[in-house]
């Protein structure tokens, strides 16, 4: 199975370099030309993933056309450019895989879901989980869920991306698997401003117990499996993101929680911080389906500039509940 990888970040990268593990060519579409140049020329990618030679196995191109023989495509584009790019390719009934993590503002749509309206034809598989790309692309051991409703598809693919030091549980969940990957970039906004702020542990663990809550109501609510929404894909890549400053969502929350803007951090980035897009469209699907979700609330407030303080006390503010 011949594997092309949409998108030239950290994360396609190493989802590339995992791909080329068994020796097989695979080809890297990147939108800019310093990324296709770097990889080509240097055997790394300088710009998103430093550090990390490449085998020769992994070419890289600026023509999305030049993927239409690969056999499946990892889409791995940042959430809100998925429809655009999958617009630019032919790809027919060729398997995609996102392995993006976001809602599409505006549609309020998965980005699997935004797939298939581009490209009906195709069968869709999502792969998610807790991988940061640079321990992936070390070799550490990782474990992901891949999801596709079509169960042969979806054990050939976990099979084909299987290796000694990354496992693929296969699932049939597709929704679970998103929603888990989607919701978890804006909890970790919350805990990285609990650590900027120095409101301490307690504080941190109480949001991911809570922000699991949400998590699941919001999931169950479009259709995702409770067993999904407590695994790899979610809760294993909340409790992941939520706890470490690799992640670009927790430090986006750690510089909110010490009092800077996240327009000024955001300008500042080359690297995509999902959760500040994944929010406000995630405050919104929330309240279309009528679940709460009182600390995506906060973020998308704390992301429009609300002073921290405020924002804690308020959510502490709300009347007593049972714990459900
Ligand atoms: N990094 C990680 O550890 C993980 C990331 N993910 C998810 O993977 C997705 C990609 O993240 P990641 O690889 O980290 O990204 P990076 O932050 O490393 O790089 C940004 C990427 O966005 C691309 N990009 C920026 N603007 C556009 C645009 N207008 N159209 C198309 N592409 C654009 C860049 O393309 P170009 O190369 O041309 O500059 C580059 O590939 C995200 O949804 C993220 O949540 C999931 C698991 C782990
Ligand atoms: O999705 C990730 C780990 O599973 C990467 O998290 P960040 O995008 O917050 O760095």
């Known amino acids: 199975m011949k594997i092309g990888v949409i998108g030239g970040g950290a994360w396609g990268t190493a989802l590339a370099q995992v791909a080329a593990r068994g020796g097989e060519p695979v080809l890297l579409w990147a939108r800019e030309a310093d990324v296709v140049t770097s990889i080509n020329t240097r055997r790394e990618n300088s710009v998103f993933l430093s550090g ?39 790809s027919g009934a060729t398997p995609l895989v996102l392995c993006a993590k976001g809602i599409e503002a505006g549609t309020q749509l ?7 309206q581009v490209h009906p034809q ?10 940061f790309a640079h321990e992936v692309a070390a070799g550490q051991p990782t474990a992901v869920t891949l999801a596709c409703e079509d169960d042969a598809l979806g054990t050939a693919l976990a099979e084909r991306l299987a290796g000694p030091a990354f496992r693929t549980y296969a699932s049939n969940d597709v929704i679970g698997a998103e929603i888990g990957g989607a919701v978890k970039n804006v909890l970790a906004i919350a805990c990285g401003v609990v650590e900027g702020a120095g409101l301490g542990q307690n504080a ?46 927790f430090s986006l929350g750690v510089g909110l929680g010490q009092g800077r803007s996240a327009s000024e951090m955001l300008a500042d980035r080359r690297t995509v911080a999902e959760g500040a897009f994944t929010a406000p469209v995630l405050c919104q699907a929330a309240s279309a389906v009528g679940v709460a979700m009182p600390v995506v609330d906060a973020v998308c407030a704390l992301l429009a500039g609300a002073d921290v303080r405020e924002v804690v006390g308020a959510l502490l503010a709300r009347p007593l509940t049972r714990e459900a």
């Open 52 to 90: 990390v030679t490449l085998p020769d196995t992994i070419r890289a191109t600026g023509v999305l056309g030049d993927l239409s023989g690969c056999d499946a495509l990892l889409v791995v584009a940042p959430a809100q450019h998925v429809r655009s790019v999958l617009g630019e390719i032919d």
């Open 204 to 249: 941190r663990a109480a949001l991911i117990a809570r922000g699991f809550a949400e998590m699941t109501r919001f999931g169950l609510a479009r259709g995702a499996r409770a067993e999904t929404l407590a695994g790899l894909s979610g809760l294993g890549d909340l409790v992941l993101t939520c706890s470490s400053t690799s992640s670009r969502n």
């Open 122 to 131: 195709a069968p869709i598989a999502v792969l998610s989980g807790p991988t």
């Open 110 to 116: 998965l980005v699997g879901q935004v797939a298939g």
